[in-house]
Nanobody, 124 residues
Framework: VQLQASGGGLVQPGGSLRLTCATSGVTPDHYATGWFRQAPGKEREGVSC????????FYADSVKGRFTITRDNAKNTVYPQMDSLKPEDTGVYYC??????????????????WGQGTQVTVSS
C-alpha cells in the first residue's frame, strides 16, 4: 500500500490550496482516505476524510465550511480543497487510509496506512 501526498506550499491568509493524495494497493472494498495535520508543538488532528464507495465525508469543526474533500476513483486520488486559509491551518498534512468494516466508525482513528507529509504554511 502506498499513499503519496502533494500540493503543499506557502499561501497568504485567505488564500487556497488543493492537496492531492494518490493511493495504490489499498485492498479493502470499503475504505476511507483521511487527512491529518500536525503543527509544531501540537497533537495531530484529523481534518477530513472520504470513503471510496459511497463518498461519505467528515470534516473537523475547525475546517467546516472552508475545506472540501473529493475523490476520483478512476485515479485512486483524493483532493482536499482548502479555501479561506488561516495561519492556524499551518502544519504538515498527512494522508492515510483505513478499512471501514462497520456502520459506526471513527473517521479520525484506526488508520493503517500513512503517506509522507506535505507542508502547508499560511502566512503573510
Amino acid at each position: 500500500v502506498q499513499l503519496q501526498a502533494s500540493g503543499g506550499g506557502l499561501v497568504q491568509p485567505g488564500g487556497s490550496l488543493r492537496l492531492t493524495c494518490a493511493t495504490s494497493g489499498v485492498t479493502p472494498d470499503h475504505y476511507a482516505t483521511g487527512w491529518f495535520r500536525q503543527a509544531p508543538g501540537k497533537e495531530r488532528e484529523g481534518v477530513s476524510c472520504i470513503t471510496n464507495d459511497d463518498g461519505m465525508t467528515f470534516y473537523a469543526d475547525s475546517v467546516k465550511g472552508r475545506f472540501t474533500i473529493t475523490r476520483d476513483n478512476a485515479k485512486n486520488t483524493v483532493y482536499p480543497q482548502m479555501d479561506s486559509l488561516k495561519p492556524e491551518d499551518t502544519g504538515v498534512y498527512y494522508c492515510a487510509a483505513r478499512p471501514v468494516r462497520s456502520i459506526i466508525w471513527d473517521p479520525t482513528s484506526g488508520y493503517d496506512y500513512w503517506g509522507q507529509g506535505t507542508q502547508v504554511t499560511v502566512s503573510s
